[in-house]
């Protein structure tokens, strides 16, 4: 079993930055592609990036380009979701989830683990 815990989630004025982390603990060499998905209220779960597992390709909402970046250091087991220029309409439940495929994997489906999300809130 692997288990997935993020962290780094809090309040944020609009313009400003979180960086968010997910641990993942347990059988980590099943992990494969990871990802950021979010829910905010009254909404269907989103994916928000995605990345395969050595880094080499990506994938983006078209929502989040060009102010969220996406990373993963394997040694550590640990994913990152960097987020610049925050918007009000970023506020979310952020959840790391990981995938025994290797993948850039955009839909919630093609992934196996999920940690618990993080609240992240945007001022304006």
């Known amino acids: 079993q692997v288990q997935l815990a993020e962290s780094g989630g809090g309040l944020a004025q609009a313009g400003g930055s979180l960086r968010l982390s997910c641990a993942a603990s347990?059988?980590?060499?099943?992990?494969?592609?990871m990802g950021w998905f979010r829910q905010a209220p009254g909404k269907e779960r989103e994916s928000v990036a995605a990345?395969?597992?050595?880094?080499?390709?990506?994938y983006y909402a078209d929502s989040v380009k060009g102010r969220f970046t996406i990373s993963r250091d394997n040694a550590k087991n640990t994913l990152y979701l960097q987020m610049n220029s925050l918007k009000p309409e970023d506020t979310a439940v952020y959840y790391c989830a990981a995938s025994r495929t290797n993948a850039v994997l955009v839909r919630a489906v093609g992934y196996n683990y999920w940690g618990q999300g993080t609240q992240v809130t945007v001022s304006s």
């Open positions: 990345i395969s597992l050595v880094g080499t390709m990506t």
């Open positions: 347990g059988d980590t060499f099943h992990i494969y592609g």
